[in-house]
């Protein structure tokens, strides 16, 4: 990382008005510079998430949904179908993302396909000179994230994870207030997730349906039969396809608790208990998770500091007033907050500082700061560098659950001391095949 913890809250986080967007893009504009062309762009993988950037994109005129790229020919029919409705134009519709990728005309792509997928498509993309905005969690193993920095830094392109509190204005103020010594040096961070989840059954091999061209949706991953609870959004619960609902859910608010903590490098010790503990199914990431990440001599004046994570998916009930939220001890009061949009400041003697309430989390912003770092080469608000520290955490605590061991950890090289096991999780097998991560050359 190279922001300091002393401007790490002073990122930009307004919604600014789309503005000229071809310096950086090479697309054409006036002479007068204050209109450009719409910026063409793809989505790749327009399903829940991916639907909701389409809805917000086709309302953004300073881009062009040139392509929609799926492997389900009804997802990407309906999302095509969907821009047609809202702007008038037809998108081309692919299913292979090598045809979004050499179309040199294409400036940015906005990936929301599978974890698996994720950092696959990001690297292909980057090195095919487009920018990237690219969903939580950045990566499906440690691993894939710094080859993700690699690919972004050594094109030179954008590089936007779809952690879209980053660009919410009332959680970057909140975390600002609490850092400006109100209670103290923050040592203790917490973030939970308490919602409940469905079962997903149990299932055996089967043919895929018609619509779905199933081995271009495994990608590089190591070939399996398909069965029908991969599909759709179940594949979060395999450990092929994805990261658990700590990569999920449980990353938004793991990444707003380190942005409040302050630690800008990896912890050096994590400890994990849990594993499934509600669910008999298919499912193998944990439905229930207890994790503590240590930072040593990471605060203002050299204690250590701890980030802890609670995951309950069968629980459906609120923990101090929300489902999903943060907690904030510091040395003289703590603060609790939900990125609903609700924190309430509390000081020595339990005696409530302030409490206050604003617009949860914030999608076209995150959208628009993508954009308009496009136009001036800045770094985003969730910059992968940024994300693949938080996103690291779901990893290290995945590892620490499944193992059942602590891990000594090393943030500079980015290894498990003294634990072979363990180390192998840090990265993955891969089948051979053309979308296969590779170091950057």
């Not at 779809?162 to 103290?184: C, D, H, V, Y």
């Not at 938004?252 to 208990?273: E, M």
């Not at 939220?325 to 040395?331: E, I, R, S, V």
């Amino acid at each position: 990382m190279t922001k300091s913890r002393r401007d790490f809250l002073g990122q930009s986080v307004g919604s600014v008005a789309a503005a000229s967007l071809y310096a950086a893009a090479g697309v054409a504009a006036d002479s007068s510079d204050r209109q450009a062309e719409p910026l063409p762009v793809a989505i790749i993988g327009p399903g829940g998430m991916g639907m909701a950037h389409v809805n917000q994109l086709v309302g953004n005129s300073s881009v062009r949904l040139a392509y929609v790229c799926d492997v389900d020919s009804d997802r990407a029919a309906k999302a095509a179908e969907t821009i047609m409705q809202k702007t008038g134009h037809a998108p081309q519709v692919v299913s292979d993302m090598r045809r979004v990728l050499d179309d040199r005309a294409i400036k940015a792509v906005w990936i929301a396909t599978p974890d698996h997928w994720h950092a696959p498509a990001a690297i292909l993309a980057a090195n095919a000179g487009k920018h990237v905005y690219v969903e939580k969690p950045c990566s499906h193993n440690l691993r894939e994230g710094r080859l993700m920095i690699e690919a972004a830094r050594k094109n030179n392109v954008v590089m936007q994870v779809g952690t879209q509190s980053r660009s919410t204005p009332f959680i970057a103020a909140a975390l600002e207030k609490m850092n400006s010594g109100i209670i103290g040096e923050i040592l203790v961070a917490k973030a939970w997730n308490s919602q409940l989840r469905g079962s997903i059954g149990r299932q055996t091999p089967s043919q895929p349906p018609r619509n779905l061209d199933y081995d271009l949706w495994l990608g590089p991953v190591t070939e399996r039969p398909y069965q029908s609870n991969f599909l759709p959004g179940i594949w979060r619960w395999w450990y092929d396809f994805g990261c658990g609902d700590i990569g999920n859910d449980g990353v938004h608010d793991i990444d707003i608790a380190r942005w409040g903590l302050g630690v800008t490098t990896h912890p050096s010790r994590i400890a994990a208990l849990g594993g499934k503990c509600f669910f008999d199914d298919d499912q193998q990431h944990a439905d229930t998770q207890y994790v503590a990440f240590e930072y040593p001599g990471a605060s203002r004046s050299g204690r250590p500091q701890q980030l802890v994570y609670e995951q309950r998916i069968w629980s459906p009930y609120v923990q101090e007033g929300f489902e999903n939220g943060n907690a904030f001890f510091g040395t003289s009061g703590m603060m609790i907050m939900g990125k609903s949009g609700r924190f309430r400041l509390i000081g020595p003697k339990n005696k409530l500082i302030e409490e206050s309430s604003g617009a949860g989390p914030d999608l076209a912003a995150h959208h628009q700061n993508f954009l308009d770092c496009i136009r001036t080469g800045k770094r985003p608000n969730a910059d992968i560098e940024i994300n693949h520290l938080s996103t690291s955490l779901c990893h290290l605590a995945n590892i620490a659950t499944r193992t059942g061991r602590v891990l000594n950890f090393d943030p500079a090289t980015e290894t498990i001391r003294d634990d072979a096991e363990a180390s192998q999780l840090l990265s993955r097998e891969y089948r051979e095949h053309w979308a296969k991560p590779a170091a950057s050359l």
